[in-house]
């Protein structure tokens, strides 16, 4: 049997306090496997009816990243244009992405139309397969922090556009773009609360106790 005692129980805590959302790359490469071996562990993730629904797909290709950030760059006016005034002085001012710089790109689908799992646990909530697909991709949230590998998650996108794309079947639906390299600096406050978008606020706020 695993055990796991406090000294392993105050670090993982710490993993959850340094874990960030990183838009801000070193131009290091990755070393050679880190994404393989991140995907690998994203698959140990739960998943409703062990369904494992998640579809990665390693974005190598320049001309496949250029369109991404063409896309990008497009879905973040549109987003600007939906705000005024200081809102979207501010929104202007943020860095949403670290597609030009992340050396590494992955992009996660979940597969609708997989008979794994046997549909234990989604007839009432089909939705619980894009629930784990996220599962999954937290799971490598984390576990790329452990290698102090950062993580940022892009979902500035069209995702009918990234299906053309990225060329992936039909049944895949598309769940998040992630850049994924060294990142600049470490921070234990998110990047938006620094850049006074939003603050978080303690458990509470979002607790209720019947
Ligand atoms: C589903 C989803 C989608 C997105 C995000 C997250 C998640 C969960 N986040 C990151 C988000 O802004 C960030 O998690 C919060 O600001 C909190 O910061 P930390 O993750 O704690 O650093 C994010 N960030 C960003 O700069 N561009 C984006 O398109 C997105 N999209």
């Known amino acids: 049997m695993v055990e796991f005692d406090d000294s392993?129980?105050?670090h993982l805590r710490e993993l959850f306090v340094w874990?960030?959302?990183?838009r801000r790359f070193r131009s290091d490469p990755l070393p050679e496997g880190a994404i393989d071996r991140l995907i690998e562990t994203a698959c140990l993730s739960p998943s409703v009816g062990l369904?494992?629904?998640w579809r990665f797909v390693i974005v190598n290709d320049t001309a496949t990243r250029r369109a991404v950030v063409e896309d990008f760059r497009?879905?973040?006016?549109?987003a600007l244009s939906c705000y005024?005034?200081?809102r979207a002085a501010r929104y202007a001012t943020l860095k949403l992405s670290g597609l030009e710089q992340a050396p590494g790109h992955l992009a996660v689908f979940a597969?609708?139309?997989s008979d794994i799992g046997h549909g234990l646990g989604r007839a009432t909530m089909p939705e619980t397969t894009e629930y784990s697909v996220v599962a999954a991709i937290t799971a490598m949230w984390l576990a790329a922090r452990a290698e102090g590998i950062g993580l940022g998650w892009v979902s500035i996108l069209n995702p009918a556009r990234m299906h053309a794309v990225l060329d992936v079947p039909d049944s895949w639906?598309?769940?998040a773009y992630l850049c994924i390299g060294y990142p600049e600096i470490e921070c234990d406050r998110p990047e938006l609360e620094q850049a006074k978008w939003e603050q978080r606020r303690s458990a509470d706020a979002f607790t209720l106790r019947r």
């Open 8 to 10: 392993f129980r105050q």
């Open 19 to 22: 874990r960030r959302d990183v």
């Open 51 to 53: 369904s494992q629904p």
């Open 74 to 78: 497009t879905c973040n006016a549109d």
């Open 84 to 86: 005024s005034g200081d």
């Open 111 to 113: 597969d609708k139309g």
């Open 173 to 175: 639906k598309f769940i």
